[in-house]
């Protein structure tokens, strides 16, 4: 799938997003407010932060689609890692926020002012799992389908809203039944998911920023690949590395010795374009042609 046409697809889930976030957040306050529930207010502070994460991960898609330049040859694909990583800042410093307030409210003792008014804060806790997981999946699948790694950071950003909605319902259903405490407790446990999500997005970021490895899978079929192409005896070195969410390959094959030079090109040529064929993850590969010594092989051997 071509840039543009990666960068067109995330954008329209993230917009979708927003605006799903945007009415989300409004519900869960309100509701939070009028039944006088502080967990529901926190996760509607943490799904309004949804809203401004999507907004990088638009900004993060639409500069690593841009075409390779003067000062960026290689393109622009791991300015997606850095949206990556101020996400899980973001989102980190939510937590922060949510946990800190939880934490004071069980050290002053406010939390037993807290009395749950009818069973709205209930509904809107159970609308927001629902609707965050499916959030989730949506915006997951896509980002799988595509390989971006900003929507996936987006992706799980919405899984720590449901699972934070999940912490709200259980401290709503401690209020109303006379332990109030368990909604300040809810607010804490919310902040130890969100710092979960957080760690987890800025981990997957820094790998892809520092040429790590493609995973094995991918190498072992490159490899296998490498090996069935004709005229190729043996696969001499073979690394790969990320560059964002793409793949770079440099390989080192060795052909007959006694090949002509045209001969040996051709074999590399086509083991060059079989990779980016087969593997539309792969950007770009250099093959190497080393002669194969028969008797010198057999030596190693």
């Known amino acids: 799938m071509e840039n543009l046409q990666l960068e067109k697809t995330a954008i329209k889930i993230s917009i979708i997003t927003i605006i799903i976030n945007l009415i989300l957040s409004v ?11 502080f967990a529901l207010i926190s996760d509607a502070v943490h799904s309004a932060s949804d809203v401004f994460s999507t907004i990088i991960v638009i900004i993060g898609v639409k500069i690593s689609a841009k075409k390779p330049d003067k000062n960026h040859p290689f393109g622009h694909e791991r300015f997606e890692c850095v949206a990556a990583i101020l996400l899980a800042v973001v989102l980190f410093a939510t937590g922060a926020g949510i946990g800190y307030s939880g934490v004071c409210s069980l050290i002053d003792g406010s939390y037993k002012n807290i009395s749950i008014i009818g069973v709205l804060p209930l509904v809107a806790a159970i609308i927001s799992i629902a609707v965050k997981e499916g959030m989730f999946w949506y915006t997951y699948l896509t980002a799988k389908k595509i390989n971006s790694s900003a929507l996936k950071a987006d992706a799980w950003h919405h899984r720590s809203d449901a699972l934070s909605s999940v912490g709200s319902l259980v401290g709503v ?17 919310i902040c130890l998911f969100i710092f979960k999500a957080a760690i987890q997005i800025f981990i997957d970021a820094i790998k892809k920023m520092t040429d790590e490895a493609c995973d094995e899978k991918t190498q072992t079929e490159i490899q296998s690949f490498i090996s069935g192409c004709e005229g190729v005896i043996n696969i001499d070195k073979l690394l790969t590395r990320m560059f964002g969410n793409r793949i770079y390959v440099i390989a080192e094959i060795a052909c007959k010795s006694d090949l002509p030079l045209y001969e040996a090109h051709a074999i590399a040529e086509e083991v060059h374009k079989g990779i980016e064929h087969n593997f539309p993850l792969v950007k ?8 194969y010594y028969e008797t010198i092989n057999s030596q190693n051997e």
Request: glycine letters at 12%.
């Open 27 to 37: 519900f869960k306050l309100l509701a939070g407010i009028f039944g006088s529930s």
């Open 173 to 189: 259903v401690g209020a109303m039944c006379g332990v109030p405490v368990l909604d300040t407790i809810a607010c804490i446990v």
């Open 284 to 291: 770009h590969v250099t093959v190497h042609v080393n002669p």
